[in-house]
Every structure is written in structure tokens, then in C-alpha cells.
């Protein structure tokens, strides 16, 4: 008897075949990780909301840069914790900074990794905003220059892409024209071009002490019910210069990265944050997830919806299981 029916089936019957025709695909290459980087020697405070993630020593910071490398990882993603604070975040261009340190260190364990420096005020500051604080709020415009300094102090230090996350309008542009001022027009800039204003973002404020001390970030980062803004802001960025974007939540925003996707023709990075990676650990931690199982789901649906590079707490874990089981295998065990 013949069948009419669609035999979806066949496609999935052995992961042979599912492997041969599955259609996107996870590599280590296209894997950023996100590294804190503190103050000391060989100095590891692990980050209790983070499992598996700890504060680093500018040498320790190295050690595992070069551990990740050897694993394929392409990118590492600096945060830098500073000793001391202050109102207006100089320690974001201290060049003895951890940042700065850690990325001389890094160039020289791992001369082939691409170092990413993440630019913002907001660990810097003691009232842990993005931006220079007036009586009205986060002064615009006046922050500009203090990012640009910053950018320039990552780039001396030898960071290959420049990653500014404040959310200020114009940064693109600030930065690139003083990367160029500076003889650093070959350095990137991969802006968080779409970036929410996300209780997502909570671990990470653990780890950075980055909490705002009055008021929240909602006059400068977006809001989350809007998808044509992020359009908007994507295409700002790339009229500055921005060598890539990025969105950021990853897994609530599917949606904004396919729209950003389709919008601009530069390359994309979806940033998976801190609230996700948490959320997932601690589900598994009580057994009702499968961990390595819902790690690779989470991250190849940011691919599927259309990023190239995925920003990850768990590159590591990911690195591992992609050469375990193979980049076409991993996630069907
Ligand atoms: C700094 C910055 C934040 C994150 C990346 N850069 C925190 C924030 O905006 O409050 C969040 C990353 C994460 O949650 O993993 N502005």
C-alpha cells in the first residue's frame, strides 16, 4: 500500500543521518569566553551564582586563556574587577590595570587568541553606572571620551576587538575615531549594539560589584518589549563603524537576533549572559535539567537564529563536548 503521508522520520532514524543533515552547526571557533579578571597572583575566587566561574589573576586569567585556546576556543571576553573604585571609573583606563595586564599576559600564553576588551564604566565606578553621574543622570556625553580612553589603554594593551557595552550613544564612533588617532585602525570594534535593560544580567553584577547604587540602567540600555529599536541601534552602530553587533540577552531575545539578522549584513554575536548560564546550572543542580544536554540546546538556538558567534559561560564545558563527541555529534548523545 502506498503512503501519502510525509515521513519526517527518516531524517532522524540514526544519528548518522540526523548528522548528516542537520543545519546548523557549533564550533569552538565561533565561541567567546567571558574571563573577570581581579587584581593579585595566582588568585582564584571562585563566583558563587556562577558555578564554575571564578575571578581571576591577570596570570591565572593567561593559564586559562591558554587552556581554552588549546581547546579551540577562538575569543576570550574581559571583565575587569579593579581594587578601588571611583566617580568616575578610572581604573577603566589604568594601563597596570587587571585588564591591561591580563591581556599583555594573554598575548604571550596564548599569542593566537583573539582578545575581546569588554568597554564600560560600570565596574568602575563606586555608583556602578556606565556613564559619568549629574544631577539629571548618566551625562551622555561626557562619557564618550572617558570610553574612548579606555578603548585605547585595551588596544595599547594589545586587545585585537573592542567590545563597549555601556549603551551611550555615539560610542562607536568616539572610539573608532581614536582607535584611528592612536594607529589602532586594525583593531575591531563588536558593539553591544542591542543590549537590554535585563534582570538577566544579575550574577554578572555579583561577580563585577556592578550594581547600580541608586536608580537602575533603564534610561540607557533598551527596553524589552521592543524589537524595531534594536534595528535602529544595530544600524546606528554600523553607520559609526562597528565591525560586528551584537544582542545581548540571548535565549528571551530568539526574535531580536533573527530581526537584527535580516537587518544588517555584518557579522552578529548573541550573548548568552550571566542570568541564563545560572538558571540552567541551577535547575540542573537539582536534577530537573540535563545539563550538558540543555547547555548545547540553548547555544546552537543562537545559532539557528542567526548569530556567528555565540558569547558563552560555557565555551569550556562546550569546547570539551564539541571534541569529545565531534562537532556533528555533540548535543546527540
Ligand atoms: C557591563 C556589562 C554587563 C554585562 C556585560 N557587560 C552588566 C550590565 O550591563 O549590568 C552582563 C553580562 C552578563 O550578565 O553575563 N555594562
Not at 130 to 140: E, I, R, T
Amino acid at each position: 500500500m502506498s503512503e501519502h503521508f510525509h515521513r519526517g522520520r527518516r531524517l532522524r532514524r540514526t544519528a548518522g543521518v540526523r548528522a548528516m543533515v542537520r543545519e546548523t552547526r557549533l564550533s569552538a571557533d565561533q565561541l567567546v569566553a567571558p574571563l573577570f579578571v581581579c587584581a593579585g597572583d595566582q588568585w582564584r575566587e571562585p563566583i558563587a551564582s556562577m558555578p564554575g566561574q571564578a575571578r581571576l589573576s591577570p596570570d591565572l586569567a593567561a593559564a586559562e586563556a591558554a587552556e581554552l585556546f588549546a581547546l579551540g576556543v577562538g575569543s576570550v571576553l574581559l571583565f575587569g574587577i579593579p581594587a578601588s573604585k571611583d566617580a568616575e571609573g578610572s581604573g577603566a583606563w589604568d594601563a597596570q590595570g587587571p585588564v591591561a595586564e591580563a591581556i599583555r599576559r594573554i598575548k604571550i600564553a596564548a599569542p593566537a587568541m583573539t582578545v575581546w576588551a569588554d568597554i564600560c564604566l560600570c565596574e568602575y565606578t563606586d555608583h556602578g553606572h556606565c556613564g559619568l553621574v549629574d544631577a539629571s543622570g548618566v551625562d551622555n556625553d561626557a562619557t564618550l571620551p572617558l570610553l574612548a580612553r579606555a578603548a585605547v589603554t585595551a588596544a595599547r594593551a594589545g586587545a585585537d576587538v573592542i567590545a563597549p557595552s555601556d549603551m551611550m550613544d555615539g560610542r562607536v564612533a568616539a572610539i573608532r575615531t581614536a582607535l584611528d588617532a592612536e594607529g589602532f585602525a586594525d583593531r575591531l570594534i563588536v558593539s553591544y549594539a542591542v543590549k537590554y535593560a535585563s534582570a538577566f544580567y544579575g550574577p554578572f553584577r555579583d561577580a563585577a560589584g556592578s550594581t547600580p547604587a541608586f536608580g537602575d540602567r533603564r534610561a540607557y540600555q533598551m527596553d524589552p518589549a521592543n524589537v524595531r529599536e534594536a534595528l535602529r541601534e544595530a544600524a546606528a552602530d554600523v553607520a559609526e563603524g562597528a565591525d560586528m553587533v551584537m544582542v545581548k540577552p540571548g535565549l528571551p531575545y530568539l526574535d531580536v537576533i533573527r530581526a537584527v539578522r535580516d537587518h544588517v549584513d555584518v557579522p552578529m554575536a548573541a550573548y548568552q549572559v550571566s542570568g541564563e548560564y545560572a538558571m540552567l546550572h541551577a535547575a540542573a543542580e537539582r536534577g530537573w535539567l540535563d545539563l550538558p544536554r540543555a547547555m548545547h540546546e540553548s547555544t546552537i538556538a543562537l545559532r539557528r537564529a542567526g548569530a556567528d558567534v555565540v558569547i558563552t559561560y560555557f565555551a569550556r564545558a562546550l569546547a570539551l563536548a564539541l571534541r569529545d563527541a565531534g562537532p556533528s555529534r555533540a548535543g546527540d548523545a
